[in-house]
């Protein structure tokens, strides 16, 4: 029954176009694989062939735990070097591509769009092996990854409907792999891979059987479009059905970059020793969730849902481990899917399993990452590495230093989020969960807001302003009390149901209540024009204000202008210069308005000057203001008057000073805007600042 529902998931992957088929075809139709295809013949471009042997010398030399199959080249090819073909219900692109002695191309796409309903294919000449369709849902922020193709020669063609938008396409490919690993329909000589070694068993032989129920979620990954590793798609204890998948940290090995790496499933033969697969599926691009070299474990994210099922990740103490029987589902040398057994219990050295001998079966290079299962199927750990002298037995086994990074270490890991998989895989909210309450950000009245959980009875709402608050658990219908206007919080906390889990959470949304605040207008005057413009931005785009308007009085030419950008600066001409000038901003919301209005000095003298005459620091300022004079300007000598006046030009403090420096302590004004008046020898200097 489980087979079953595991098909029927694929199936229904399928019919979304989830994931990207891959098959070798015989006697079947193509046109039944790529529809709407139109056979023109377009202009062949070829690729960069690599020193195969300089490559080879620098993974023996480097000791790369995981050799290349493919050398990655990068390559600038657009939609613009291939050929448009129009027939009566379709707009083909197609472009030819050839890679001299490659056995295998796969590719790398940025900026990639595909109109709706479009299809892209991915086909070899002979028109035996096709990847596709690959459609809009594939493609990740314009970055898609192809599977490999075998073969030197490749052909993509895209089919648009004529009702979808041709200028909706573009295309470029950023990078191939240049294929140096033999395969069904290449030899080569550029590299001794070969097959699995014999004593290797297909997942589809007898000894496979007791396995089928895990045997689906484990899949080949091409790292980078250049190494073969494996591993396993796992379940969280929520069974929330996210994609995640366990493999080996040293897969890395400085191919980050996950937006080409693919994943395929269904990679097997479907018999015991039988043929070369002939149909799976590919997953391109994943996200890194954690990973932590001191136990090898690397968990991911693929971009797309599956519907294939994960396998449960054991983390009990060592002692509670059933090895009495241990498996491992591996795809050895990116060789279809194997199994290898060991039923002499496992060794323990440091945060890795030991099996000292497979009864049945092997791991080899591209065996990485693959997943070990106890007696009841729970992974247990995952390969790290092995014996590189390895060879079957007589009795078909391996003599063979198996080592496993434990996942019971690796569930709390390195103790943080990036280095455990328990975060992840556990029974509660994942680190990057979303989830947060709904509603206005603005609130003027009485509105309802929301948590995206079924919750339990204990839900509790609560806000950081006078507020009557009405709720129903998930839902709370929130009013604020009296005339606050201003920042606020609305606070939920309790426990809620994500998937098959009850967990205990909190979380904050900040809103704004009321009309918007009362404006800070800062200003510019040393210029032929006066700048105007919001000093409290953040307040203004929180309160949700929806227009400005400014009003402005004195020696000025022009009328007032009106803006809703609330980093825009409002520039004035003027006609003369004017000792004051007037304005008055007013800030808008759905909720009402406040307005400021105040006086601008304008010393034409400051203008004039190239220098500043007098500066204040720090602006704004909470309680002490340093009031530094230029020596151009004071000569050095005499007393100076220094005035401090509000907006309104109200005096508020006044002192003399000798010297140039003087601290002013400001901390009994009220917040606002104010304005420094400094008289030296009978010159005069102003300058602004903020109290906040």
């Known amino acids: 029954m489980k087979n079953f529902l595991i098909l029927a998931f694929v199936l229904l992957a399928i019919s979304l176009g989830a994931q990207v088929e891959t098959n070798i075809i015989k006697d079947i139709d193509f046109r039944q694989y790529v529809k709407g295809h139109v056979p023109n013949a377009v202009v062949e471009h070829q690729l960069f062939k690599p020193d195969v042997k300089k490559v080879l010398k620098e993974d023996k030399t480097e000791e790369n735990r995981i ?8 390559v600038s090819l657009s939609e613009r070097d291939g050929e448009f073909i129009e027939t009566t219900f379709t707009i083909n692109w197609k472009i030819a591509i050839f890679a001299n002695e490659a056995t295998s191309l796969n590719f790398q796409f940025k900026d990639l769009n595909l109109p709706e309903e479009a299809e892209m294919y991915i086909y070899s000449q002979n028109k035996r092996m096709v990847i596709g369709p690959i459609t809009e849902k594939n493609i990740h922020g314009g970055v898609f990854a192809s599977d490999m193709l075998y073969g030197s020669h490749a052909i993509i063609e895209v089919v648009m409907p004529r009702k979808s938008l041709k200028k909706g396409f573009s295309l470029k490919i950023s990078s191939f792999s240049y294929g140096i690993l033999p395969n069904a329909f290449v030899e080569s000589s550029f590299r001794d891979f070969g097959d699995a070694l014999d004593c ?6 007898a000894v496979g059987d007791p396995w089928a129920d895990v045997r689906d979620g484990i899949a080949r990954i091409q ?8 591993g396993s798609l796992v379940t969280d204890e929520c069974e929330s059905g996210r994609p995640y998948f366990l493999t080996a940290f040293h897969c890395f090995e400085g191919n980050e970059d996950l937006t080409d790496w693919t994943f395929q499933f269904f990679y097997e033969s479907l018999t015991c020793d039988g043929a070369k697969p002939t149909t799976w599926v590919t997953f391109s691009g994943a996200d890194f969730r954690a990973g932590w070299d001191d136990s090898d474990f690397l968990l991911l994210e693929l971009l797309n849902p599956t519907g294939i099922e994960g396998n449960t990740v054991s983390h009990v103490p060592n002692a509670d481990v059933n090895d009495d029987l241990v498996a491992c589902i591996h795809h050895p040398e990116g060789d279809a899917k194997k199994i290898s057994l060991d039923g002499d219990g496992l060794g323990i050295t440091g945060n890795n399993w030991v099996v000292e001998q497979w009864d ?23 390969v790290l590495g092995g014996d590189d002298n390895i060879g079957c037995s007589d009795g078909g086994g391996l003599v063979d230093n198996g080592t496993f990074g434990r996942t019971n270490v690796s569930w709390l890991g390195g103790g943080t989020n990036e280095t455990s998989l328990e975060p992840w895989l556990g029974s509660g909210l994942p680190p990057d969960d979303q989830y947060s309450i709904g509603g206005p950000n603005l609130l003027c009245g009485r509105n309802v807001y929301s948590i995206s959980f079924d919750t339990g009875d204990d839900a509790f709402w609560e806000t950081t302003f006078d507020a009557e608050i009405d709720d129903w658990s998930g839902l709370a219908l929130i009013k604020p009390q009296g005339n606050y206007s201003g920042p606020g919080t609305i606070r939920f906390s309790g426990e809620v149901d994500y998937f098959n889990c009850w967990v205990d959470i909190e979380r904050f949304k900040d809103i704004w209540v009321g009309i ?23 307040f203004a785009k929180l309160a949700d204000v929806s227009s400005i308007k400014w009003e402005v009085w004195g020696e000025i030419a022009g009328t007032p202008n009106y803006y809703e950008e609330f980093n825009d600066i409002e520039h004035v001409s003027l006609s003369e210069y004017s000792d004051l000038y007037y304005y008055i901003v007013t800030l808008s919301n759905d909720c009402g308005e406040s307005t400021m209005e105040g006086y601008i000095p304008f010393d034409k003298d400051d203008c004039d000057e190239k220098y500043e005459k007098v500066s204040v620091s720090p602006n704004p300022v909470h309680d002490n203001l340093h009031l530094s004079l230029n020596p151009a300007f004071t000569h050095n000598g005499g007393m100076k008057k220094v005035k401090i006046h509000d907006q309104f030009g109200n005096v508020k403090l006044q002192m003399e ?6 601290e002013i302590d400001i901390s009994h004004l009220k917040v606002g805007q104010y304005f420094l008046l400094i008289v030296s020898q009978g010159e005069v200097a102003t300058q602004k600042f903020i109290k906040m």
């Not at 290797?200 to 032989?205: A, E, H, Q, R, W």
């Not at 790292?223 to 494996?230: A, L, R």
């Not at 918007?516 to 953040?538: A, F, M, Q």
Request: net charge negative.
């Open 223 to 230: 790292v980078g479009g250049e190494k073969h590793c494996s």
């Open 200 to 205: 290797n068993n297909d997942i589809n032989c």
């Open 516 to 538: 918007p605040p009362t404006p800070i207008v800062n200003y510019s005057t040393c210029k032929p024009y006066v700048d105007l413009w919001l000093l409290e931005e953040s």
């Open 657 to 662: 000073m000798i010297g140039n420096e003087l």
């Open 360 to 382: 049945d079966g092997v791991v080899q290079h591209a065996s990485s990452g693959g997943p070990l299962f106890d007696e009841q199927h729970f992974i247990i750990g995952q």
């Open 67 to 74: 050799p290349r199959f493919a050398i990655k080249i990068p």
